[in-house]
């Protein structure tokens, strides 16, 4: 490996603890059969979700958030006041204001915080993490707590079956401290926006443009509109372009990686992106079947599962990679420091 570690301007940042959380409420393809004409075999073989889970009524994103960061603080032995920001990737908060990352603030009772929301789509908890990462190294802070997660079920159209299928609750959260010696963490990110790609995928209603009337609930403007192959033509593409990009300008060979762990969004998507990368089935976390897409909240709820199946281990070096709604592209590349 010719890994060249680049120098960082203050200190190094690394994720020390990670906990995640997913509703009990579960939807199988036989549940989705019975509302739109769908079957398990089109859902199994075109994109390969068996489950996802929804998040149960009079619950927002901020107590999935809460749940996982409660987890996430016990696995490092720390209190919610040791902390001194929370980031919150998601697109589907609470509400427009105030933000996620205040009502998690609140609902933990972290009483030495700011904090903000992330909007990325599917790339929202490698963007909040990347704001982490940036507020540890520049020495502004030292314990950030970052989540990753979405209730998409809310803003999904059961009786359209191009989307309903494809979307889960559920999400993480991860805890961001400074690298001690020796340990390298957070090695570099390769992201982009492209806003052209918002007219594929977007949820028109509700915001300054579109405000909520009876007109706009008429027109379905509060729930997902995706037109699926555009999307999955972007992601399979910027997929593999920025994971090959930031695995040749660090040096780093696909052999070098301990795992990949990509956006869950379509089986298909994530096969073919580890095809073009040459990287070995058994080291690309898939867990869709379990959870579905669960938009910024795939990443650490894949990183759990990569844990669970002993293939995320200290010392690892570990791709981050994700493609969402703009598009966003966000990549990750760090080394694994628990
Ligand atoms: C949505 C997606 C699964 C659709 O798969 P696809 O193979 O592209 O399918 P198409 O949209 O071309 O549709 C093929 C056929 O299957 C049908 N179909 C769509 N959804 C179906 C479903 N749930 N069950 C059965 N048939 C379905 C379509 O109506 C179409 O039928 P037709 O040929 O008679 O018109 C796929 O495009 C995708 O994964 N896109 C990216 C999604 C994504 O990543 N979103 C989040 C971004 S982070």
Avoid at 98 to 120: E, H, M, R, Y
Avoid at 295 to 317: F, N, R, V, Y
Wanted: hydrophobic share 40%.
């Amino acid at each position: 490996m010719s890994l060249t570690v680049r120098p960082v301007v203050g200190r190094r940042a690394k994720i020390t603890a990670l906990g995640t959380y997913v509703p009990p409420d579960v939807i199988t393809n036989q549940d989705l059969e019975k509302m739109v004409d769908t079957s398990d075999q089109w859902i199994t073989e075109r994109v390969g979700i068996k489950t996802r889970h929804k998040l149960a009524a009079g619950l927002g994103v901020s107590d999935m958030c809460a749940e996982a960061a409660k987890k996430c603080l016990s696995a490092r032995g720390m209190k919610p006041t040791d902390l001194e920001a929370i980031i919150v990737g998601t697109v589907t908060p609470d509400m427009m204001f105030p933000s996620t990352a205040c009502l998690v603030q609140n609902k933990i009772g972290a009483t030495n915080v700011w904090g903000f929301d992330v909007s990325g789509g599917c790339s929202g908890f490698i963007y909040a993490l990347l704001a982490g990462i940036n507020l540890v190294q520049s020495g502004a802070h030292s314990r950030v707590l970052i989540c990753g997660a979405d209730a998409n079920t809310r803003m999904t159209d059961y009786t359209d079956r191009a989307t309903c299928v494809l979307f889960g609750d559920g999400g993480g959260a991860v805890l961001l401290e400074p690298a001690a010696d020796g340990e390298i963490g957070f090695i570099d990110s390769l992201n982009e926006i492209d806003g052209s790609g918002g007219v594929s995928l977007n949820l028109k209603g509700g915001g300054s443009l579109n405000p909520s009337t009876h007109e706009t609930v008429d027109k379905k403007w509060h729930y997902i509109y995706q037109d699926g192959p555009a999307v999955y033509r972007f992601a399979v593409r910027k997929m593999a372009e920025a994971t090959q990009k930031i695995l040749e300008r660090n040096g780093v060979a696909v052999a070098d990686l301990g795992c990949f762990i990509p956006h869950q969004a379509n089986k298909r998507i994530i096969e073919s992106t580890a095809e073009r990368l040459g990287m070995s089935p058994c080291r690309v976390i898939v867990n869709i079947e379990k959870y579905g897409n669960t938009s910024a909240g795939t990443i650490p709820l894949a990183m759990e599962t990569a844990i669970e199946q002993g293939k995320l281990k200290k010392g690892d070096l570990v791709l981050l990679a994700a493609v969402g709604a703009g598009f966003t592209v966000g990549t990750v590349l760090l080394r694994w420091e628990i």
